[in-house]
């Protein structure tokens, strides 16, 4: 497969390091949630789809790996003092499901999905990448850099799973529908002190 990049039509807004750097208790907390929700949609892409083979046998590992960053972040906040409070309503995930073509087969069911979680990988990775460039905190810094490079692997399994049901074609025009979509989600969202998205 020819490799994807993150496309992301808008950067993240410059602001919102800035306020992620006064607010790393509350980002890590979002963060540690976002990780949590990443394990449980692989959980539940797998249990809508277990006669898929290639899908159960790529995302088995990922479940593992983000729950490994869950426990990760719980490190940082257990380090640093703070506690891992309530979830946060995620308007950035919410905006983005609502993009979701509904019906169809079961390809191109699978298909939205896996571009839906791609999206959500590419754009933590995106986040993640500024933090590893501009936080103060050494190891936070590190920290960012090391997540950042497994959120682009994750994104990039989406991807080619989703090639493995649907034409290439057919994957690459709905992905840079998407790509435009998920643009006009962040013009439109507020850059939260609280909120990794």
Not at 15 to 41: F, G
């Amino acid at each position: 497969m020819e490799k994807f990049t993150l496309g992301l039509t808008l950067p993240t807004d410059p602001r919102w390091v800035d306020i992620a750097e006064k607010n790393v208790e509350d980002i890590l907390v979002d963060h540690a949630y976002c990780e949590q929700k990443a394990a449980s949609s692989c959980i539940s892409l797998i249990t809508l789809f277990p006669d898929m083979v290639e899908l159960v046998d790529m995302l088995t590992p990922v479940v593992a790996e983000e729950w490994s960053h869950f426990e990760r972040v719980l490190e940082q906040l257990n380090k640093r003092g703070y506690k891992l409070g309530f979830p946060r309503k995620d308007e950035y995930v919410v905006q983005l499901l609502k993009l979701e073509i509904k019906g169809g087969n079961r390809k191109h069911q699978v298909m939205e999905k896996l571009l839906i979680n791609a999206l959500i990988e590419a754009r933590s990775c995106e986040r993640f990448r500024q933090l590893h460039l501009h936080l103060k905190d050494e190891e936070l810094k590190k920290f960012y850099y090391e997540l950042m490079v497994s959120e682009a692997g994750h994104y990039r399994n989406f991807l080619e799973l989703a090639e493995t049901y649907m034409p290439k074609d057919v994957v690459r025009k709905r992905w840079e529908e998407l790509l435009k979509g998920e643009g006009e989600i962040m013009k439109n969202l507020e850059p939260r002190a609280d909120r990794i998205h």
